[in-house]
Nanobody, 124 residues
Framework: QVYLVESGGGLVQPGGSLRLSCVAS????????MAWYRQAPGKPRELVAD???????NYADSVKGRFTISRDNARNMMYLDMNTLQPEDTAVYFCNAQITSVSPGHISSPDDYWGQGTQVTVSS
């Protein structure tokens, strides 16, 4: 079993900052690309940013220059530093990762895993 758990969400005023964290645990052999997605009420889930194991990053146009994605491979963690937050950033933020898991005598092909989400609300 592999688990992803997000933390760090909350209520913040416009212009404020938050840091989201995601930790992967369980029978992990390797973690490849990790990503943050978000879903606002009534809207589809959208990619916010992703990061490869080699730290190549990609951002949605709406967050470029304001958000920074990073990861700590030794600790199986990923972060999203969010600055100059705006009301339109309000959403549930989800951690996603492609992970190979290990069991006795077997290593899986990469599977797609999701966290349960953390709420970010930007409001005065």
């Amino acid at each position: 079993q592999v688990y992803l758990v997000e933390s760090g969400g909350g209520l913040v005023q416009p212009g404020g900052s938050l840091r989201l964290s995601c930790v992967a645990s369980g029978s992990i052999f390797n973690i490849y690309t990790m990503a943050w997605y978000r879903q606002a009420p009534g809207k589809p889930r959208e990619l916010v940013a992703d990061i490869t194991r080699g730290d190549n990053t990609n951002y949605a146009d709406s967050v470029k220059g304001r958000f920074t994605i990073s990861r700590d491979n030794a600790r199986n963690m990923m972060y999203l530093d969010m600055n100059t937050l705006q009301p339109e950033d309000t959403a549930v933020y989800f951690c996603n990762a492609q992970i190979t898991s290990v069991s006795p005598g077997h290593i899986s092909s990469p599977d797609d895993y999701w966290g349960q989400g953390t709420q970010v609300t930007v409001s005065s």
